[in-house]
């Protein structure tokens, strides 16, 4: 068995294979993926990497949420496990790397672990988080939410879409809820590999991230309610336009943003005007401001200032404005020895690395509550996620499983 060094790397051909074999189901119309959570692509999905991860020599285990834990045994029965991984779900346009990369390397750190003979104390779980994205279902990270104790399950199980399926409905649809309690398992540390979804590493040229923290969010939901009438007939100064309303927020919540720099970030990725007629005023505005930050003071007062400006301009207009929080975790300070192994595992590896935020929400924000918890990033290009034109390199994707390997393999205590 090698030391851990240099020569101790993953099979980069395998695990760009795998994700490009992963990238067939649920395909996109231009070139990504649209496996949203809990729709037959996701159980599709779902099935091969059960195949992959029992081929393996891994068992499964499913809870009550829909969340895949495939083990690896450690060589002592009693210590816990170390948890790796990320999800397979989708954005409707989303790319082929975004949680995939994190659930295959995962993967591809036990496919190379038993390539070496190499033993473990601890055993390693690969998982499969469901409903990471919370674009099907809000909110985002909605399993690791309850396994952390963020949400009850019965609120996860009433979770609709906008078509008014549940969370609860459709996860017994597919056939993938399992019988294991929610949080009922107990973590020794946990690991997650994402792409970084910004362009901050491709710009440095650096390989690997070490994250040391993740920004902490808020989703505002606002209804606004004005008066269905005719765009042509109705005079200007007679109209309760919720979509004008909708218009005077959405530049206040950049006023807001901007008024807080450096590292706060704002907007709106999501409307519906009803009825969504072209000559028909809306009487109903729905959509989200995004907020985000690593500093829990500027999140703070970042809500409540948009909260107060929001219904400002409603009363103005004359327009209805109801507000209600549909997603939200604090800024996440990752565990420190185990960001120490991820900065050790990458210049042992002489892979260059510069520490970096995490911009976007992740399972681990949610892990760190309930164990010892951090991240590895690898670039994308331009920057590019959320979007079918996302992309890396093999050799990225590669870079960062080699410095996941060591950091687990660390971790989980290799035995002789």
Not at 83 to 112: C, F, I, M, N, W
Not at 270 to 276: D, H, I, V
Not at 355 to 368: E, K, L, Q, V
Request: proline share 5%; aromatic share 6%.
């Amino acid at each position: 068995m090698p030391a851990a060094g240099e020569n101790l790397k993953i099979n980069g051909e395998r695990l760009w294979d795998s994700l490009m074999e992963m990238a067939k189901i649920g395909p996109g119309v231009a070139g990504g993926n649209n496996r949203q959570t809990l729709t037959d692509e996701d159980a599709e999905g779902r099935k091969l990497f059960q195949e992959w991860c029992e081929a393996a020599g891994c068992t499964m285990g499913v809870d009550q949420m829909g969340t895949m834990f495939m083990t690896r045994p450690g060589t002592d029965p009693e210590a816990l496990p170390v948890y790796v991984g990320s999800h397979l779900d989708t954005q409707p346009t989303g790319g082929k790397y975004d949680g995939v990369l994190g659930v295959l390397a995962a993967l591809e750190v036990v496919r190379t672990m038993n390539d070496l003979d190499i033993k473990t104390k601890h055993p390693i779980v690969v998982t499969n988080w469901a409903n990471e994205e919370g674009a099907r279902f809000a909110p985002a990270m909605l399993a690791s939410g309850v396994f952390a104790g963020v949400h009850s399950l019965d609120y996860a199980y009433n979770r609709t879409d906008l078509e008014g399926a549940s969370y609860g409905a459709e996860l017994q649809r597919i056939g993938w809820k399992g019988e294991e309690e929610v949080g009922a398992r107990k973590m020794h540390a946990y690991f997650e590999y994402h792409i970084e979804q910004g362009p901050i590493l491709e710009a440095e040229e650096k390989s690997i991230g070490v994250v040391t923290h993740c920004q902490g969010l808020w989703w505002l939901e606002f209804t606004l309610t004005g008066k269905e009438a005719h765009t042509g007939s109705t005079p200007m100064a007679m109209r309760v336009n919720a979509g004008l309303a909708m218009s005077r927020i959405l530049e206040m919540v950049q006023e807001v943003t901007m008024g807080e720099q450096p590292n706060a970030v704002g907007g709106v990725g999501q409307m519906q005007f009803s009825p969504n007629s072209r000559n028909v005023l809306p009487g109903k505005v729905v959509f989200t401001v995004d907020i985000r930050t690593p500093d829990q003071a500027k999140l703070d007062r970042m809500r409540a200032e948009i909260e107060k400006r929001a219904a400002a301009i409603c009363d103005e207009l004359g327009v209805g404005c109801s507000v209600e929080a549909v997603g939200h975790f604090d800024p996440v300070t990752f565990a420190p020895e185990l960001v120490e192994k991820v900065r050790s595992a990458a210049e042992t590896l002489g892979y260059s690395h510069m520490d970096i935020i995490s911009g976007a929400g992740h399972d681990a924000c949610w892990a760190a509550k309930v164990a010892p918890a951090t991240m590895i990033m690898c670039p994308c290009v331009g920057g590019l996620s959320h979007n079918e034109a996302e992309e890396i390199s093999p050799e990225w994707a590669a870079a960062g499983a080699d410095v996941l390997l060591h950091a687990v393999v660390e971790t989980a205590e290799i035995v002789e």
